[in-house]
């Protein structure tokens, strides 16, 4: 529901007889709620932005073409966007028969009318980016980068690549939201969905992970996606994350759509009962699942030792902040959430719910229904803990990162952008990070340069991660070892990290060949011209695997020491 679109809202008469209804599936009987017409008219109206919707009847042969029950309140509630009504049998064959050819014209009528969607006339280079866009699908490509699309599919555009971007991705022919996906562009959609309708699919594996209580693995997606290499699948869950999801908990993945419907354990009434508390009622023009759900990941999300969550399930969710315990509870029938906090003096924990609450949804789509004066403090929100780094802590969390990513080994042909995105989303797990950011200045000089992975602590860019593919020793190492101290480290920091991703048959060879090169860094042509001098010899670092290899390397910067740890990964898989 990103931009203006015709919505088809479709409903069938059986199902608007009742709230709820029972269906026998895996053996079970399920019960599901069912959403009225009410329901996705009022999704349209809240959260279409302007769109319009023509209603469809589905099963018109079958239980008789026929009105909505409450159709003309239901006209007049909505008439700002029900353009028409059709209905449609879609068991029957013949067109003259099954209503579609209803429904096509007046599809056709809404569109040639301007009434659903504003009439443009497009630029012909934006109509021929479309078609770039398409050929790209039917050669099967799925995904590509943002820097690819600016200097490989807009370099003789007169138009700028963002407002390009912008409209392909409102007209829904890509999927792109900036910092989202690793910057990637999705532009086969449909790939996208079906990978993680995977784990939703009532034939596949909705109800083990229902069973599972929404929880699962990576070994679990090895499983659930098999189909997609790991780097795909990196991509997917990364997406998942991104989009709210699912969040990640210790050593596992939690979907709150797949968790019980209920609160296990000691019932809210039950908590609350003989303890002073404040009460506040948040009431919705329209409440869809997606809210309470980015609330429970949000949360989750948060870390911060001030937060410890109690019990979370597919409604609501339980912690204590501090001393105080809160509940939040949707009800999606009654479009209400009730916030129920531990009395305080202090009403900070009730600010910050709010305004989460408010990062979520539009103000003015929602009131509240205060139990008691409060100040409001826009201000007041739930933060991270200012998480103090060490050296020691961050290498050795590289290091996991690079061992986890040990199965993405392929042939040597690619460049080193996938490899650092999935080393960005471990790290991210963990730190504050940017990849890919602007900063310091280019190999050339004359313009800001482009950081592979930044890590952030409290008071600013603590580290940098420069990386680089490497099948035979090459001129390209002192390159990228001048440009990290030289370029990218504005600051001087006490260690930055170079890592390797190897991808020759010999990797013992390879990295002898690396060690010896590094250590002569200071007589290489391009690095002479550093401003910081190598001293002393590379020392290797003891690894207690044989495909991944470390050593330390050391400059004189201003007076001081400063180090590059090298990570050496062997990423080559001889597939004969």
């Known amino acids: 529901m990103q931009t203006r679109a015709l919505f088809l809202v479709l409903w069938d008469w059986e199902t608007e007889q009742t709230e709820k209804q029972q269906i026998t599936e895996n053996n079970k009987i399920n019960e599901y709620q069912n959403h009225g017409l009410d329901y996705w008219l009022n999704y349209v109206s809240v959260l279409g932005k302007g769109s319009k919707a023509i209603v469809v009847q589905t099963k018109a042969i079958k239980h008789g073409i026929k009105n909505h029950l409450n159709e003309n309140n239901l006209r007049q509630k909505y008439a700002d966007i029900w353009l028409d009504s059709v209905a449609i049998d879609s068991q029957e064959n013949n067109w003259a028969k099954n209503g ?44 590509i980068g943002y820097d690819y699309f600016v200097t490989e599919m807009c370099q003789n555009k007169t138009i700028s690549p963002d407002t390009i971007l912008s409209w392909l991705s409102d007209s829904g022919v890509v999927f792109y939201r900036e910092g989202l996906f690793e ?16 784990l939703f699919d009532r034939k596949k594996y909705y109800y083990r992970l229902k069973e599972a209580k929404g929880k699962f693995t990576k070994e679990d997606l090895k ?24 969040y990640k908990f210790e050593n ?46 949000r949360l989750n999300n948060f870390r911060s030792e001030n937060i410890a969550v109690q019990s979370v399930w597919q409604y609501g969710i339980f912690f204590k902040y501090n001393n105080l315990y809160a509940s939040v509870k949707a009800n999606l029938q009654d479009k209400t959430i009730l916030v129920s906090v531990s009395h305080s003096e202090d009403q900070s924990l009730l600010n910050k719910i709010q305004n989460l609450i408010y990062e979520l949804d539009s103000k003015e789509n929602i009131k509240i229904i205060y139990s008691q004066d409060r100040k409001i403090n826009e201000n007041d929100k739930f933060e991270n803990d200012k998480k103090q780094i060490s050296l020691e802590d961050l290498t050795n969390d590289i290091e996991k990162a690079l061992r986890n990513m040990m199965d993405l080994k392929h042939n040597p042909n690619e460049k080193e952008n996938p490899y650092n ?16 950011s602007r900063g310091g200045i280019s190999h050339k000089g004359n313009d800001l340069g482009e950081k592979d992975i930044v890590i952030n602590s409290s008071s600013g860019e603590f580290s940098i991660i420069e990386a680089l593919r490497l099948s035979s020793i090459k001129e390209i190492i002192d390159t990228h070892i001048f440009k990290l101290i030289n370029n990218y480290d504005t600051q001087g920091h006490k260690r930055n990290y170079i890592v390797v991703y190897a991808q020759a048959k010999n990797f013992l060879n390879l990295w002898n060949k690396y060690k010896i090169y590094v250590n002569d860094l200071n007589n290489k042509p391009f690095f002479q011209k550093s401003k910081y001098p190598q001293i002393g010899n590379f020392e290797e670092k003891e690894s207690d695997i044989t495909d991944l290899k470390k050593g330390i390397s050391k400059y004189r910067r201003e007076g001081s020491e400063v180090e590059i740890y090298h990570f050496f990964v062997n990423m080559f898989l001889d597939k004969k």
């Open 252 to 297: 596992q993945y939690i979907a709150p759509a797949l968790l019980p419907a209920e609160k296990e354990g000691e019932s809210l009434t039950d908590f609350w009962q003989g303890k002073v508390f404040d009460t506040e009622k948040y009431e919705f023009t329209f409440l869809h699942y997606g809210i309470i759900q980015g609330f429970i990941v």
């Open 421 to 436: 995105d999935v080393l960005a989303s471990h790290l991210k797990m963990i730190y504050e990070i940017a990849d890919q």
């Open 100 to 143: 579609f050819k209803k429904l096509k014209l007046a599809i056709e009528n809404a569109l040639e009318s301007g009434e659903a969607l504003r009439q443009e006339q497009l630029p012909k280079n934006w109509i021929a980016q479309r078609e770039d866009i398409y050929k790209l699908i039917e050669n099967k490509e799925k995904i």
């Open 183 to 198: 910057n990637k562009i999705i532009i086969d959609q449909q790939w996208a969905i079906d990978a993680v309708y995977t």
């Open 223 to 246: 499983e659930f996606w098999e189909n997609y290499k790991t780097p795909e699948q990196e991509l997917f869950l990364s997406f998942m994350i991104s989009c709210e999801i699912c």
